[in-house]
């Protein structure tokens, strides 16, 4: 089992992995796997044991990127290159180098979490650049942040105009600690 | 009639799901055929049960798979929405078997690629937290993956289908609340997280 982040891809008004065999692309790749939306942004984590073939085929995209497949590796000297990889998709990362796979992907699915969680409140997607800072977002983007993240259970306060927005979901993300994830068919 | 509500789909051919007290269609349309129910127009369908007896946010739907054809889905439905096509759906069909997925105000996300399934299984959904377990005969085994969403914290049980055909249908449909939990429970969950308020106060 290995996980990718790649590309939604939307047809008619469904959603599927891009390259994958789903229910509206019946030529995708035809394998078995399991994704985690990053709520109505175009992005996922998927997991799927793929074959050596099938593996280099899907790589030969430019727009998939593929974790190690030792989840409880340290990040080590990869940390740059996966922390870039992410931070393309719209995906902040604070891990350090010391820490595991494991951690990059809870961490992950923190932010899908939330991500979902802002997606059933108000059909929209969160932002898909993270860089800017709390006083570059619009009055009603920062009122609905606040309401779901009320509703998420995390009270967000000594906000200023220079937070930046990536320093906000790693909060919210943070609040998944101790609870279970499944991703990929098994518990992070 | 307090919960779980059964439902056995007894009626003559054609009769519309939404005269048998109770029931609500939020998308599409559903009939009966045969003593059991099909999905009954073009396009997606959803329905939910809001009689008597409130559904907690932890809640199952399954049904008795009575017939399956190509081209036609039918299943069952957790947390739908009042109206809106919001819910975590399983639904069936007889060539690609098992569908995982959500609706959320009309978008249709997949969890995972399909699973096997057959007329005589009983498929069941689970909504507990933010886990969604799809189960067949009982057991996790066979069945499509469960997942960790956040995107629907609650609704009503029900069903759901896709296509107008009369040769995939349910029957003996049951909706409740779990009386256990097989993850975190949203209360539980909530716990969690506001135990750790102070400190995700502070880190901002």
Redo the contacts between chains.
């Keep these: 089992m290995r996980f990718y982040i790649l590309p939604i891809e939307s047809i008619e008004n469904g959603r599927g992995p891009k390259y994958f065999r789903w229910s509206k692309n019946p030529h995708g790749l035809p394998a078995e796997w399991q994704m985690m939306d990053y709520g109505l942004n175009p992005v996922a984590l998927l997991a799927s044991a793929l074959s050596p073939e099938q593996h280099s085929s899907l790589m030969s995209h430019g727009d998939v990127f593929a974790l190690p497949s030792d989840i409880n590796q340290p990040l080590g000297k990869d940390l740059r290159r996966i922390s870039s990889a992410l931070e393309s998709f719209g995906i902040p990362v604070w891990c350090h180098a010391n820490d595991s796979i494991r951690t990059l992907v809870r961490m992950t699915c923190g932010v899908f979490q939330f991500a979902q969680h802002y997606h059933g409140l108000f059909v929209e997607p969160l932002l898909q650049d993270v860089r800017p800072t709390w006083g570059a977002m619009t009055g009603l983007a920062r009122q609905k942040w606040l309401w779901a993240a009320e509703r998420w259970g995390v009270g967000i306060i000594r906000l200023s105009g220079a937070t930046p927005v990536r320093d906000i979901l790693r909060t919210l993300s943070t609040a998944w600690c101790g609870s279970r994830i499944l991703a990929g068919g098994f518990a992070l | 009639m307090a919960l779980p509500k059964t439902e056995t789909f007894t009626a003559a051919n054609g009769t519309d799901l939404t005269t048998i007290t109770g029931w609500v269609v939020n998308n599409g349309g559903f009939s009966i055929n045969t003593n059991s129910l099909r999905s009954d127009t073009g396009g997606?369908h959803v329905a939910h049960w809001e009689g008597d007896g409130a559904f907690n946010n932890n809640q199952y739907a399954q049904a008795l798979c009575v017939a399956l054809v190509n081209g036609a889905y039918i299943g069952v439905a957790v947390r739908v929405h009042a109206s809106a096509d919001?819910y975590y759906g399983i639904t069936w069909n007889l060539s690609?078997g098992a569908?995982f997925f959500k609706y959320?105000?009309?978008?249709?996300?997949?969890?995972?690629?399909?699973a096997s399934f057959a007329v005589t299984d009983t498929g069941r959904l689970e909504a507990s937290g933010?886990?969604i377990t799809p189960k067949k005969n009982g057991s996790t085994t066979g069945a499509p993956?469960?997942?960790?969403?956040?995107?629907?914290?609650s609704g009503y049980a029900g069903v759901g289908g896709a296509g107008d055909n009369v040769g995939s249908r349910i029957d003996d449909w049951e909706g409740g609340n779990l009386g256990g939990t097989t993850?975190?429970s949203f209360a539980a969950?909530?716990g969690?997280?506001?135990a750790?308020?102070a400190n995700?106060?502070l880190?901002?």
């Design positions: 997606d919001t690609t569908f959320v105000a009309g978008v249709y996300t997949e969890f995972g690629s399909s933010t886990t993956t469960a997942v960790t969403d956040s995107a629907i914290s993850g975190d969950w909530i969690k997280v506001n750790q308020r995700l106060l880190r901002l």
